[in-house]
């Protein structure tokens, strides 16, 4: 048979015009500034290397005490400052109505008395926090929902809200609600008598679903508490790593626990050994809930 003649496909149409080639394409959001402020290095330090690993966030300066802090914000223009309340010189409590001038603050910390929670709030703070009530990706989400003006507060916090506002309740009792609301005898109704409903910080997350809640993945209006279980620490261990996250050195740790340094040093190991790390800032980090990886378990 003779050759058929070899056939090629006609000539390519070139694809139709991009309509919106000629449009400006947006820009990325720049990246939420964080002011860091706490005296203790150790802090200082887990906090910024979480915050330094995502993307749309950058620590641009660390601070020791409040005035320190003042002075970053006003160089630094922050999106939000993270405050701690007990530091030396000018505290935390000090400071915050004059940084809450330059940018939104949440206060991060251990302090977890009722009257310094409520004394933040009533200075401007736009969240409150305790360690170890919330995970690394619970903090990453307030720092954004504080930016965008949505507040925060960890259990600890939002029970000592709920104790401020019953006991404004008592001593000021606000005027009629609408439409006879909780009155219901105004309206021929009757309740049986029942003992009053004793409400704690514990089951606030069910009464008041929105306190605490985030957009982010805070479910139940509560955040978890870090899971140091998987640690597996002693008593002893579990102590002497709190004493550690709070900056204690081995010296004043044996002071307070009433042992040789050298058993401070070998109780450190061990934690060292358990946590995973190598420094007292990662352990610190890790037991704190700020390691980047903690809501993930070890690495």
Known sequence: MPD????????????????????????PPAPLRVVVADD?????????????????????????DGRAAWEAAQQHRPDVVLLDVRMPGVDGISALPYLVQIAPV???TYSRESEIV???LRRGAGGYLVHGEFTADQLVAAIRDI????????????GALLAQLRQDRQTAPGGPLPEGLGDAT???GSLPTAPPTVVSAENLSQLQPNVGQSSSGWTGGRPAAVDRSRFQLSAREAEIMDLIASGMTNQQIAATCFISEKTVKNHINRIFAKLHSTSRSEAAAKWLGT????SRGLR
């Open 4 to 27: 058929q003649p070899t056939s090629y496909p006609g000539p390519q149409q070139p694809p139709p015009p991009n309509p919106f080639g000629s449009f400006p394409q947006p820009a």
């Open 40 to 64: 203790n290095p150790v802090v200082r330090a887990g906090l910024t290397a979480l915050l330094s690993g995502r993307a749309d966030i950058t620590v641009v300066a660390e601070a020791a």
């Open 106 to 108: 949440v206060m991060l």
């Open 118 to 120: 409520q004394e933040a």
């Open 147 to 158: 930016r965008a003006g949505r507040p925060h507060f960890t259990p600890t916090a939002a």
């Open 186 to 188: 105004a309206h021929g």
């Open 291 to 294: 390691a980047p990886d903690s």
